[in-house]
């Protein structure tokens, strides 16, 4: 395979070990969180119909997005589709073959556990889709034919469509004559609900396919809004976390809030101090840099579904004969167990993975 057509940089990262100790603790503090029976009826109300329902499983390739500071590692974001593994895998061995290995094995491993759960017994898909909108088009689509693969090696029959493919039948989806059993969800629609997700909507509220990553995990840990919880003392004070548990999400979770708790005139005086999130962005669309914000600009945010977050500049990284890379990295995960770790290396104000010589990056742990 030639990986030089990827996002995949050239150059590694490097990474102290007591940050990506902190970074795992996060993580799975975090998904500690989300199975608590407090946290999940403090949030119920804000959930939607689709959200709410708790489908007894979790979520496939968790991602928890960090940068790294003087003083440790800060959460940026969570995703529950997190892309990239692919080429991550890619940028440690650049011309590996599909997803191979004990990779491929735990990665198949969290699938299979996803549909045991599902099912309440073990086994495994018939047909499982992989889903997003005009998949062939999309920048990860290579990705996409990699976990197919792997699902082939499997047994499994594995397709990539658009969920206007899928049709509904008796509550059960379709994807011509094959009934789908399991979807992997790489749609950005988190909660469903738009009209080309509504058969796949339908299916799952009526528990007739296992939907991974799904509405309820997005909800419960990758919903934006959730910062806005994790970086209050007060609210935290009543879902009995343990002195270190609290100290860790102070530590490593930046101020969130949003932006309609504070008045105009103070969102523009500290706008330096704030990055502005559409709190159900994805991509960093939407996502400005406060000291680049102009007047104009603030006035057409939306302060009911803006969160401004604490900035946290990115960590430098530099190689000879290139101008700096910003740096930040992805831990990818299933329930409590971690599956990988990456850099990303970018220029501009706000990640992405077209910058020359940059994209995912090989993670040295020193």
Known sequence: MNCCQYPISPYPV???????????????????????RVYQALLADDLTETARLNPGHYSVMMGFDFHLTETGPKLIEVNTNAGGFWFACLAANPWGQDFDGRIGERLLASFLTEYALFKGAAGRPTTLAIIDEHPESQFLYPEMQAFASLFKRAGINAVIADP????????????????????????CDFYLQTPAMAAIKAAWLAKQVCLSPNPHSYGLLADKRRMTLWSDPERLRGLDLSPDELKLLAATVPSTRLLATLPPEQAWQTRKHWVFKPDTGYASRGVYVGGKLTTGKLAQLDPRCTLIQEWVPPSLSRYDDELPFKTDYRL?????????????LYQ???????TPNGGFAKVIVD
């Open 14 to 36: 490097a990474l102290q070990r007591k940050d990506l100790r902190l970074m795992i603790k996060l993580a799975r503090l975090l998904h500690k969180l989300s199975e608590n």
């Open 164 to 187: 206007g493919q899928l049709r509904l039948e008796n509550d059960a989806l379709y994807l011509g004559e094959q009934r789908v059993d399991m979807i992997y969800n790489r749609h």
């Open 332 to 344: 990818f995960a299933y329930k409590n167990r971690i599956l990988g770790i990456s850099a990303r």
């Open 348 to 354: 501009g104000q706000v990640t992405n993975l077209r």
